[in-house]
């Protein structure tokens, strides 16, 4: 569905992706795990078109997307959860699910009753404004608008960063769930070395800009391994 | 009770002024905080074409309508060529729009001379008592009111309005979640102009046109949107009754210029008090 070819990107001209090869398939969740700094955000960035690749390709579904915009890119089935959630904190929660199918030909019947239906837990917080919600409320808040514009690849930015670990279980289950319902495919960019073994199928490890080693999520229970390749220990 | 009649046209006809010269603005600096120092200019552009249209032979109603249009599209050529380079650029949009403005009643005055024009005001007066009330100042308070719900609800009701909001407060996410920021931007901006250019073609039976007559409302416009606070509408509309209130009645009492300053000096009171606005508490809203 994805793949992606030596891909470059830089801040400036201090470069961050250095030649970035992978590909996903239909269906997939793919963990891409790496300490802060290692490019992970800087991937998903590029991926969506927010920065502009100095070298390389993105297709998807065989097309070249590489110079489209943000919107295009969104437009052709590519949804994004960003780090931070970045909820509209003026608008409503209902509004904030609205924007996430704004750009399509989709109404609010069509939408908003089976997205509640995933997410029962936004029901009595509609008419809240999104800012008063909660870190794990509006992260929650978020995956429900991404998957309101009906993507078919979601790109998932450290959902659990600076939310408490009751709701990182929930979000977990919940992501379990919309995952083998709606067999969707999403890349998953994670610190939280429970969280992503729990939910990938393979995972990717990214260093300086590279991915340096694949694993498959079991093997990810051998801490000495994972202490070796991204310093990150239990 | 012929005096109550009287202070309250008075104060309606003051509170539509507000209304009308801010509205645009409200969309364009309190929405999109784009400092436009060419928006008394686009308020004259519309009276212009308001004084072309009826000398082509076009009702005034319908002149309104060309001039929002002209006014309009205006804006979106602007916006195009200088703003949309400058978004988040305060001080060069303040130049650029500076210019913008000279570049406009200079140009204005060599195609129609430094005289101001008018069109005939085609409604007569109503009489409360002893004293005429002029029917056009009726029709413009009821004008400045449903330019005022309109707005609203293109922005409250309609997929349109939810999009600019959403996009006005984040616009990176807007464009993550396929919204088309770049058109968005273009196009509030081309219906804040149109608001001001029907505001500018409103105003013409009472002031004419002239080449210069943007100076004299683009202090009050600002004023009031920033008096309004964070949210532009709701802010519009407070901060244009508190203003249309003392304007009218200390206007009727004195002069008009007493009335101007003392909107200016409880203007400076109001934002001594509330540094953030009328509705700087307020969390959410329009």
Same mark, same amino acid.
């Given at each position: 569905?994805?793949?992606?070819?030596? +891909?470059?990107?830089?801040?400036?001209?201090?470069?961050?992706?250095?030649?970035?090869?992978?590909?996903?398939?239909?269906?997939?969740?793919?963990?891409?795990?790496?300490?802060?700094?290692?490019?992970?955000?800087?991937?998903?960035?590029?991926?969506?078109?927010?920065?502009?690749?100095?070298?390389?390709?993105?297709?998807?579904?065989?097309?070249?997307?590489? !110079?489209?915009?943000?919107?295009?890119?969104?437009?052709?089935?590519?949804?994004?959860?960003?780090?931070?959630?970045?909820?509209?904190?003026?608008?409503?929660?209902?509004?904030?699910?609205?924007?996430?199918?704004?750009?399509?030909?989709?109404?609010?019947?069509?939408?908003?009753?089976?997205?509640?239906?995933?997410?029962?837990?936004?029901?009595?917080? +509609?008419?809240?404004?999104?800012?008063?919600?909660?870190?794990?409320?509006?992260?929650?808040?978020?995956?429900?608008?991404?998957?309101? =514009?009906?993507?078919?690849?979601?790109?998932?930015?450290?959902?659990?960063?600076?939310?408490?670990?009751?709701?990182?279980?929930?979000?977990?289950?919940?992501?379990?769930?919309?995952?083998?319902?709606?067999?969707?495919?999403?890349?998953?960019?994670?610190?939280?070395?429970?969280?992503?073994?729990? +939910?990938?199928?393979?995972?990717?490890?990214?260093?300086?800009? !590279?991915?340096?080693?694949?694993?498959?999520?079991?093997?990810?229970?051998?801490?000495?391994?994972?202490?070796?390749?991204?310093?990150?220990?239990? | 009770?012929?005096?109550?009649?009287?202070?309250?046209?008075?104060?309606?006809?003051?509170?539509?002024?507000?209304?009308?010269?801010?509205?645009?603005?409200?969309?364009?600096?309190?929405?999109?905080?784009?400092?436009?120092?060419?928006?008394?200019?686009?308020?004259?552009?519309?009276?212009?074409?308001?004084?072309?249209?009826?000398?082509?032979?076009?009702?005034?109603?319908?002149?309104?309508?060309?001039?929002?249009?002209?006014?309009?599209?205006?804006?979106?050529?602007?916006?195009?060529?200088?703003?949309?380079?400058?978004? =988040?650029?305060?001080?060069?949009?303040?130049?650029?729009?500076?210019?913008?403005?000279?570049?406009?009643?200079?140009?204005?005055?060599?195609?129609?001379?430094?005289?101001?024009?008018?069109?005939?005001?085609?409604?007569?007066?109503?009489?409360?008592?002893?004293?005429?009330?002029?029917?056009?100042?009726?029709?413009?308070?009821?004008?400045?009111?449903?330019?005022?719900?309109?707005?609203?609800?293109?922005?409250?009701?309609?997929?349109?309005?939810?999009?600019?909001?959403?996009?006005?407060?984040?616009?990176?996410?807007?464009?993550?979640? =396929?919204?088309?920021?770049?058109?968005?931007?273009?196009?509030?901006?081309?219906?804040?102009?149109?608001?001001?250019?029907? !505001?500018? !073609?409103?105003?013409?039976?009472?002031?004419?046109?002239?080449?210069?007559?943007?100076?004299?409302?683009?202090?009050?416009?600002?004023?009031?949107?920033?008096?309004?606070?964070?949210?532009?509408?709701?802010?519009?509309?407070?901060?244009?009754?508190?203003?249309?209130?003392?304007?009218?009645?200390?206007?009727?009492?004195?002069?008009?210029?007493? =009335?101007?300053?003392?909107?200016?000096?409880?203007?400076?009171?109001?934002?001594?008090?509330?540094?953030?606005?009328?509705?700087?508490?307020?969390?959410?809203?329009?």
């Amino acid at each position: 569905m994805l793949g992606v070819t030596d +891909l470059r990107a830089a801040y400036g001209r201090i470069p961050i992706l250095d030649g970035i090869s992978m590909s996903v398939a239909e269906g997939e969740l793919v963990g891409i795990l790496g300490h802060n700094g290692m490019g992970k955000t800087t991937l998903l960035k590029t991926l969506m078109g927010y920065l502009r690749a100095t070298a390389g390709e993105i297709l998807l579904d065989g097309d070249d997307i590489t !110079a489209l915009e943000p919107h295009q890119r969104v437009r052709r089935g590519i949804g994004y959860v960003p780090q931070g959630r970045e909820i509209f904190p003026g608008l409503t929660v209902r509004d904030n699910l609205r924007m996430g199918f704004a750009a399509t030909s989709l109404n609010d019947d069509q939408v908003i009753e089976p997205i509640l239906a995933d997410f029962p837990r936004l029901k009595p917080l +509609l008419d809240r404004p999104g800012g008063s919600l909660s870190g794990g409320e509006q992260q929650i808040l978020a995956i429900a608008r991404c998957l309101c =514009g009906r993507p078919r690849l979601v790109l998932l930015d450290e959902p659990t960063e600076g939310i408490q670990p009751s709701v990182i279980d929930e979000i977990a289950e919940l992501l379990q769930g919309l995952r083998d319902q709606h067999r969707l495919t999403v890349i998953l960019v994670e610190q939280n070395l429970d969280f992503i073994r729990a +939910l990938s199928e393979r995972v990717l490890i990214i260093q300086r800009g !590279a991915i340096t080693r694949e694993v498959a999520a079991e093997h990810l229970a051998d801490s000495e391994m994972i202490a070796e390749f991204v310093g990150i220990t239990e | 009770m012929e005096q109550v009649a009287i202070y309250a046209y008075q104060i309606g006809v003051s509170f539509s002024i507000f209304i009308l010269i801010s509205l645009g603005l409200a969309v364009i600096f309190g929405m999109m905080r784009v400092i436009n120092l060419a928006q008394g200019e686009f308020l004259m552009l519309g009276a212009y074409a308001c004084v072309l249209a009826t000398q082509a032979g076009l009702s005034l109603w319908l002149s309104m309508f060309v001039a929002a249009a002209v006014v309009g599209l205006f804006g979106i050529v602007v916006e195009r060529v200088i703003i949309r380079f400058l978004y =988040g650029r305060i001080v060069d949009t303040l130049l650029a729009t500076w210019g913008l403005s000279l570049f406009l009643v200079g140009g204005i005055t060599t195609l129609f001379g430094p005289q101001s024009e008018s069109v005939v005001n085609p409604l007569g007066n109503v009489t409360v008592g002893d004293i005429a009330l002029s029917q056009y100042s009726l029709a413009m308070i009821a004008i400045a009111i449903a330019l005022l719900i309109g707005t609203y609800c293109l922005w409250r009701f309609t997929r349109f309005g939810l999009i600019v909001r959403g996009t006005m407060q984040n616009p990176d996410m807007a464009r993550g979640l =396929g919204v088309n920021t770049d058109r968005v931007f273009m196009l509030t901006f081309g219906f804040g102009a149109a608001l001001t250019g029907f !505001a500018g !073609a409103v105003l013409v039976p009472i002031t004419g046109a002239a080449p210069p007559m943007g100076v004299f409302f683009i202090a009050k416009a600002f004023i009031t949107v920033i008096s309004g606070g964070h949210l532009p509408l709701i802010g519009t509309v407070s901060a244009s009754a508190i203003f249309g209130a003392i304007d009218g009645f200390v206007a009727f009492v004195s002069s008009s210029v007493v =009335g101007e300053m003392s909107v200016l000096f409880v203007a400076i009171i109001l934002l001594r008090l509330l540094p953030m606005g009328i509705t700087g508490h307020l969390r959410r809203g329009l």
